[in-house]
């Protein structure tokens, strides 16, 4: 309940800051290419490249509810034993779903006040697939940033389903 009542918090106090000029929303950020060629996408409703038709956007389908996933029909949870999320920080949320044939992984990074959040598929071969959670700092100039964070959806396209490989989670953090 403590996190719910943060998140209000927070989308108040964002509401506040804005300066006027264009915003950038905390998870808003371009969709960006892994160098395998795969996607990765930073925006809940936006397609990845390479996801087919534009029209036809991959959203995340899993929600948090008070701490709780809130998990669609259609949608698998990832096993625990197929995930290593041993680089992570406890802040990141551990698990990972599969849905669309297996193709599209759903993950949660992190986002809020100058912070947004985007994944990238860095790596993919028979055994494993490598997932790194980009935190970008951006601090436009006179502006005051909150230091709360919470947890972002985001989908990205795999070259082939998971299957029966294992899932390795990583982060990053840039500025922008």
Not at 72 to 89: A, F, G, Q
Not at 134 to 139: C, E, F, L, R
């Amino acid at each position: 309940m403590r996190n719910v009542v943060a998140a209000v918090a927070l989308v108040a106090v964002l509401a506040g800051c804005s300066s006027g000029g264009t915003s950038s929303a905390p998870g808003s950020g371009s969709s960006s290419v892994a160098p395998t060629g795969t996607s990765g996408t930073s925006a809940p409703g936006t397609s990845a490249p390479g996801s087919g038709s534009p029209s036809a956007p991959v959203t995340p389908p899993v929600s948090i509810s008070e701490e709780k996933p809130v998990i669609p029909p259609n949608v698998t949870p990832v096993p625990k034993e197929k995930v290593d999320s041993t680089s992570l920080s406890d802040t990141f949320r551990t698990e990972a779903y599969v849905f669309n044939d297996g193709r599209d992984i759903e993950v949660f990074g992190l986002g809020g006040g100058c912070k947004e959040a985007r994944a990238e598929v860095t790596a993919q071969s028979a055994e494993v697939v490598q997932v790194t959670l980009v935190t970008i700092t951006k601090q436009p100039p006179g502006t005051i940033c909150t230091q709360e964070v919470r947890q972002v959806p985001l989908t990205v396209r795999l070259d082939a389903p998971l299957g029966d490989r294992r899932l390795v989670l990583e982060s990053r953090e840039e500025t922008g």
